[in-house]
């Protein structure tokens, strides 16, 4: 079955370091999101990316957001100075039938900032 | 704005019970409505979705019906196993297509 990949499963940062997240959508799905989740927190939206471009994002996906689709197949996120607060479990989903179909999710990527 | 809030874990049960995990929704519209469960180690997964009032989704055994009147999306199941353990998520749909997540309700079942 198609799935989501992410990579790494697990990253360790220094404050102020850039940190690059990986995703590889199920490979004709047109619509691509990340999703953050802080511990113990609920599954926040961050910004959703269709036809090369962002198409919604939240009040939390500031500028030192951003996102990119470098070459067809793979789906990044950015951070470019990593905050404490920045530590969480980030998933990547995708959908291929229109926003309204289902969203596949990645495992995740947990990010810890030190 | 679209908020989802469910009831607080754990929810701590024995296998064979009875299961039901309390979820309200306040949105402008009709958003679609979504169970999301999430086992240890993986990613979330979609467990049933509903898309309009008196809705009822299922999978798995769990099922849970759009209540447009009480503006809620209870999930059930009737006889819960050690490996529905996990933590399950309510979510609409928002006015972009991204979901709106609740907070999360963990289950854990014993034997």
């Known amino acids: 079955e198609p799935e989501v990949t992410q990579t790494p499963s697990h990253q360790v940062t220094q404050m102020g370091q850039e940190v690059i997240l990986r995703c590889v959508p199920i490979?004709?799905?047109?619509?691509f999101y990340w999703y953050r989740q802080i511990l113990g927190q609920k599954v926040e939206f961050l910004v959703s990316f269709y036809n090369n471009e962002i198409s919604e994002k939240s009040e939390i996906f500031d500028d030192q957001f951003s996102v990119e689709r470098p070459d067809g197949s793979n789906f990044t996120l950015k951070i470019r100075s990593t905050k404490l607060e920045d530590s969480a479990m980030y998933f990547c989903?995708?959908?291929?039938?229109?926003?309204?179909?289902?969203?596949?999710f990645g495992e995740g990527s947990r990010l810890t900032v030190l | 704005g679209n908020s989802v809030t469910q009831m607080e874990g754990p929810v701590t049960l024995s296998e064979e019970a009875f299961l039901t995990i309390n979820c309200t929704y306040t949105a402008t519209g009709y958003p679609s409505l979504f169970w999301y469960v999430q086992y240890p180690g993986e990613g979330l997964q979609l467990l049933l979705k509903?898309?309009?009032?008196?809705d009822k989704g299922s999978n798995k055994g769990f099922e849970a019906t759009y209540r447009k009147e009480t503006t809620s999306f209870h999930l059930e199941k009737g006889s819960v196993q050690v490996s529905d353990s996990a933590v399950y998520f309510c979510a609409l749909s928002g006015e972009g297509g991204e979901l709106i997540f609740g907070t999360g309700t963990r289950l854990q079942v014993f034997p």
């Open positions: 989903a995708s959908v291929g039938t229109g926003r309204t179909g289902e969203l596949f």
């Open positions: 490979s004709n799905h047109l619509y």
């Open positions: 509903a898309t309009k009032a008196d």
